[in-house]
């Protein structure tokens, strides 16, 4: 390699990367801090001994990310309420960020369920589902046998699928039916917002203990449907929504006096919506303030 290819070569693969240890870590500053720590390793490597920069490169990435995730697996046991990731927003909502290569699985709601894996078994499932590495590099990645990796990744699937069913909804359908909740919840229309709920939906909020949210979510049509009518009751035109790409889905911001309140995410099937997750936590919001 010259000088400069180094350099090209990490930049080129920069949105891998980050997309693998966001992923792995669900705060956008820790996936950076990673990739800082990569950059300054492949600095220092023998570049012309590599046979392949990009498994050099996810190779440490994903080491970086299995330590640094250990690490923060510690402080979310301690964590006031559920945790979820911090949302990755673009403002046009029929524009998927690149930087995440949103080809891959990035939504809030597969992020969330990666939170019951533990680090080397999220690392293995990720490599595999959303970037399609084959059993025997991902062994080679996590210094694991390939017998090892495929049995790990095996039961991060099933685990996963046991949590909650997952639903494959063209990207369009899923816009309209954000908008339709959005118009019914703005509208404070309590029979439009109990139509477009499921029966078992949930409402998961991130407050973080530094604004309010229902510790273990809140379940069910009828209380769901009632907390966003209550909202619509209290706050009346004080509240505004915008459309925005949420994790490389549509999702809403909700602003209140003007002010970021929250950033919301739907999972549907279709022709319900069976959850909805809201950010709150006024950290996890803070760049989405600066940029917004």
């Known amino acids: 390699m010259s000088d400069t290819q180094p350099d090209e070569t990490f930049e080129r693969l920069r949105p891998r990367l980050f997309g693998i240890a966001y992923r792995m870590l669900g705060i956008r500053a820790d996936a950076e801090d990673v990739l800082q720590d ?3 390793r492949w600095r220092e490597a023998d570049h012309g001994s590599l046979q392949s920069p990009e498994a050099w490169l996810v190779t440490v990435v994903t080491r970086l990310a299995i330590d640094k995730l250990r690490a923060a697996k510690t402080q979310r046991e301690i964590y006031v309420g559920d945790w979820l990731p911090e949302p990755i927003v673009e403002w046009d909502v029929d524009t998927p960020e690149a930087i995440v290569e949103r080809a891959g699985e990035l939504s809030i ?14 690392a293995a499932f990720l490599l595999r589902q959303a970037f399609d590495y084959d059993y025997g590099e991902i062994a080679h990645m996590l210094g694991k046998s390939e017998a090892a990796v495929r049995q790990t990744i095996h039961r991060a699937g099933e685990r996963l699928r046991l949590e909650r069913p997952r639903f494959e909804v063209p990207r369009d359908e899923h816009k309209r039916m954000l908008e339709r909740f959005i118009s019914a919840a703005g509208s404070g229309d309590r029979n439009a917002i109990r139509a477009l709920l499921a029966d078992e939906v949930e409402a998961i909020g991130d407050g973080g203990g530094k604004v ?25 035109p004080r509240v505004t929504y915008k459309l925005a790409t949420i994790n490389g889905e549509p999702g809403f911001l909700r602003y209140i006096d003007g002010q970021l309140e ?31």
């Open 212 to 236: 309010n949210s229902v510790a273990g979510g809140m379940h069910g049509a009828e209380r769901v449907t009632n907390l966003y009518w209550a909202q619509h009751l209290r706050l009346g």
């Open 262 to 292: 929250s950033a919301q995410a739907i999972a549907t099937d279709g022709e319900r919506i069976v959850a909805i997750y809201v950010v709150r936590n006024p950290d996890k919001l803070a760049r989405i303030e600066k940029t917004g």
């Open 109 to 122: 709601a597969f992020l969330h369920m990666l939170e019951r894996l533990g680090a080397e078994e999220r």
């Open 38 to 40: 990569a950059w300054l």
